[in-house]
């Protein structure tokens, strides 16, 4: 089975950056669309941004220019670069991996099959 952990969260001020991480466990990461979602206190869970297995990316227009999604997967490792923070991306960043080889959208938390238990983020004014 499995397992998505996340890591690099924290307590930054606006305009600073973070690197977020998510190690998988188990084979086969090569094969999983992976993706980043974040939930505010009192917001539904919402898309951030995500990479297909075949290289593809998709970014919330929200955070596109500021936040860049990569993968290694030598190393069963998602990343999460996000540059400029503001207050509003306060939140708690889960990431996410679909079932192997899904060729479907991958923008919507029903497109995952797997979670992490997230990371807090929080950006001071």
């Known amino acids: 089975q499995v397992q998505l952990v996340e890591s690099g969260g924290g307590l930054v001020q606006a305009g600073d950056s973070l690197r977020l991480s998510c190690e998988a466990s188990g084979r086969s990461f090569s094969s999983y669309t992976m993706g980043w979602f974040r939930q505010a206190p009192g917001k539904e869970r919402e898309f951030v941004a995500g990479?297909?297995?075949?290289?593809?990316?998709n970014y919330a227009d929200s955070v596109k220019g500021r936040f860049t999604i990569s993968r290694e997967n030598a190393k069963k490792t998602m990343y999460l670069q996000m540059n400029s923070l503001r207050p509003e991306d306060t939140a708690v960043y889960y990431c996410?991996?679909?079932?192997?080889?899904?060729?479907?959208?991958?923008?919507?938390?029903?497109?995952?099959?797997?979670w992490g238990q997230g990371t807090q983020v929080t950006v001071s004014s």
């Open positions: 996410a991996a679909t079932r192997p080889y899904y060729t479907g959208t991958y923008y919507y938390a029903r497109d995952y099959d797997l």
């Open positions: 990479v297909r297995w075949s290289g593809g990316t």
